[in-house]
């Protein structure tokens, strides 16, 4: 009788392999050779081996694609930042952020803007207003971005004196994020102690106090002890005149006399 032998091996092992391989190559190629496919392995993850069409960029560098053929919805668009080294996600602008989680099937571009602005001319005037904007949002400040980041709660310094090297903060600049009223962080809300004098004043200047308890902080040792030699030796003086002045007070009154008592 014939022997069958059967093996354990899967056969779409073949067929897998070759996908790798073939993925590899393309790779390679898409991604101008090894160092560019590694370069992004390290960065992106799986965006090396993850092909599609290029739909855009926006001014941060960052390009935009779709493949709807070979991966599910939720995973057909992603973006490859332009700074794979230093990619913040506050990077992507809000109109390519509403493509990304497909509130908008077409990418942004000026067709775009276009029709929202025929949008807008096409409602029609309910009633004059003298306001001064033009919908019912109010006052906007206008758009602002520091290196092509929207979200600026990540424009702060690492370190005193250092800035932040992965945004591009240098140092010695304020930071960026948003400080509410009465933060003692917000510039408007800081309170900023007037000086009352300058211990070096005769000298030019140099130790200025706002208070009397910061003046003896800065004080050395040596003008503690004669400033309280000097009120020490102002006590004296005034406890002396005091006691003359009383001497005198009663001196003046034993010279009148106790006075003429009228009786009936």
């Not at 899967?10 to 996908?19: A, C, E, F, I, T």
């Not at 099937?105 to 602005?117: H, N, Y």
């Not at 406890?239 to 007070?249: E, F, G, L, Q």
Request: with cysteine; aromatic share 8%.
């Amino acid at each position: 009788a014939e022997r069958v032998v059967e093996s354990d091996t899967d056969p779409r092992l073949p067929k897998m392999v070759y996908g790798v391989v073939q993925s590899v190559r393309a790779a390679l190629k898409y991604r101008g050779g090894w160092r560019g496919l590694l370069e992004h392995m390290y960065t992106n993850g799986d965006y090396p081996f993850k092909f599609g069409t290029c739909m855009g960029s926006d001014a941060a560098g960052n390009r935009y694609y779709e493949n709807r053929v070979d991966y599910p919805f939720g995973q057909h668009r992603w973006v490859e930042p332009g700074d794979i080294h230093n990619f913040d996600s506050t990077s992507i602008p809000p109109e390519w952020h509403g493509w990304m989680v497909s509130q908008n099937d077409a990418p942004p571009g000026e067709a775009e803007d276009a029709l929202i602005e025929r949008k807008m001319a096409a409602i029609p005037t309910m009633c004059d207003s003298s306001a001064p904007d033009a919908h019912n949002v109010g006052h906007r400040e206008e758009l602002f971005n520091f290196h092509n980041m929207h979200n600026q709660t990540q424009v702060r310094s690492r370190g005193y004196g250092i800035g932040n090297p992965v945004v591009g903060l240098p140092p010695g600049v304020k930071d960026g994020y948003y400080t509410q009223p009465g933060s003692p962080y917000n510039d408007h809300s800081i309170n900023i102690a007037p000086k009352i004098g300058d211990l070096d004043e005769a000298k030019g200047g140099g130790r200025a106090y706002k208070s009397e308890k910061w003046m003896e902080r800065l004080m050395t040792a040596e003008e503690k002890a004669e400033r309280e030699a000097r009120v020490k030796a102002e006590n004296d003086r005034l406890t002396s005149k005091m006691s003359d002045m009383r001497m005198r007070a009663l001196a003046e009154r034993r010279g009148r006399g106790a006075g003429t008592v009228v009786g009936n």
